[in-house]
């Protein structure tokens, strides 16, 4: 689903931290102005710093949320793939290559805190964010900045940290970067952000021809 590592400090002219008492009101804010969206569509780019790699990777595509627990997530460029979140799987399917993953979310660790953490956000509730993270906030540029910590050991093996940038006036992230513990960093920018778009339910199914090959077949209950 998507935080540089960078040093924020109260007494940063640039960003404030919140208060303890101001971030309830911050969420209780967010959470009044999402109450009515139900579903997002919007345009992404994102930028990969993989530390195997000595070039960064582009990419663009789109992305579809839909409440309670449906995604879609298309990559375009540099090479096509579709991931899908339906409540209780989710698939990775490539098409050039005709090859895919399928992970069931009850079994899976990283698909079901990716779907988490999306509809975390959707949701705007703090209690449900601070089950797995530590939260700080900050102002910044007429905008509030994220930061969450994970709290489980386990989750913490693959993420370091995570930033989101959200539009105090919409209340919706307008990017989010992540960081892993050996020094990955993706940046993700939202733009062309639609709310409540007509989505169909065959919007988060897919159907794999026959054709494809599901890589992991053999290693679903090894990825807890």
Same mark, same amino acid.
């Given at each position: 689903?998507?935080?540089?590592?960078?040093?924020?400090?109260?007494?940063?002219?640039?960003?404030?931290?919140?208060?303890?008492?101001?971030?309830?009101?911050?969420?209780?804010?967010?959470?009044?102005?999402?109450?009515?969206?139900?579903?997002?569509?919007?345009?992404?780019?994102?930028?990969?710093?993989?530390?195997?790699?000595?070039?960064?990777?582009?990419?663009? !595509?789109?992305?579809?949320?839909?409440?309670?627990?449906?995604?879609?997530?298309?990559?375009?460029?540099?090479?096509?793939?579709? @991931?899908?979140?339906?409540?209780?799987?989710?698939?990775?399917?490539?098409?050039?290559?005709?090859?895919?993953?399928?992970?069931? =979310?009850?079994?899976?660790?990283?698909?079901?805190?990716?779907?988490?953490?999306?509809?975390?956000?959707?949701?705007?509730?703090?209690?449900?964010?601070?089950?797995?993270?530590?939260?700080?906030?900050?102002?910044?540029? !007429?905008?509030?900045?994220?930061?969450?910590?994970? =709290?489980?050991?386990?989750?913490?093996?693959?993420?370091?940290?995570? @930033?989101?940038?959200?539009?105090?006036?919409?209340?919706?992230?307008?990017?989010?970067?992540?960081?892993?513990?050996? !020094?990955?960093?993706?940046? @993700?920018?939202?733009?062309?952000?639609?709310?409540?778009?007509? =989505?169909?339910?065959?919007?988060?199914?897919?159907?794999?021809?026959?054709?494809?090959?599901?890589?992991?077949?053999?290693?679903?209950?090894?990825?807890?």
């Amino acid at each position: 689903m998507f935080a540089c590592t960078f040093s924020v400090h109260a007494s940063d002219n640039e960003n404030r931290e919140i208060s303890a008492g101001e971030k309830q009101k911050i969420f209780e804010r967010i959470k009044a102005l999402q109450k009515d969206i139900y579903s997002i569509l919007a345009s992404v780019s994102q930028e990969k710093q993989l530390t195997i790699l000595k070039k960064k990777m582009h990419i663009e !595509g789109t992305v579809m949320v839909a409440k309670p627990n449906m995604l879609r997530w298309e990559i375009l460029k540099p090479e096509k793939s579709i @991931t899908i979140i339906d409540g209780e799987t989710m698939t990775v399917y490539h098409p050039e290559i005709k090859e895919a993953q399928v992970y069931a =979310l009850s079994e899976n660790l990283i698909a079901r805190n990716i779907m988490s953490f999306f509809m975390a956000f959707m949701s705007g509730s703090l209690q449900e964010m601070e089950k797995k993270f530590t939260v700080n906030i900050f102002r910044k540029d !007429g905008g509030l900045i994220f930061i969450l910590t994970p =709290l489980s050991r386990i989750a913490s093996r693959y993420l370091s940290s995570i @930033t989101v940038y959200y539009d105090e006036g919409t209340g919706l992230p307008r990017g989010f970067e992540t960081t892993t513990p050996k !020094g990955d960093i993706t940046v @993700t920018k939202l733009m062309n952000i639609r709310t409540n778009p007509e =989505l169909k339910p065959e919007t988060f199914k897919i159907k794999l021809p026959e054709d494809v090959w599901i890589t992991n077949k053999f290693k679903q209950n090894n990825t807890q």
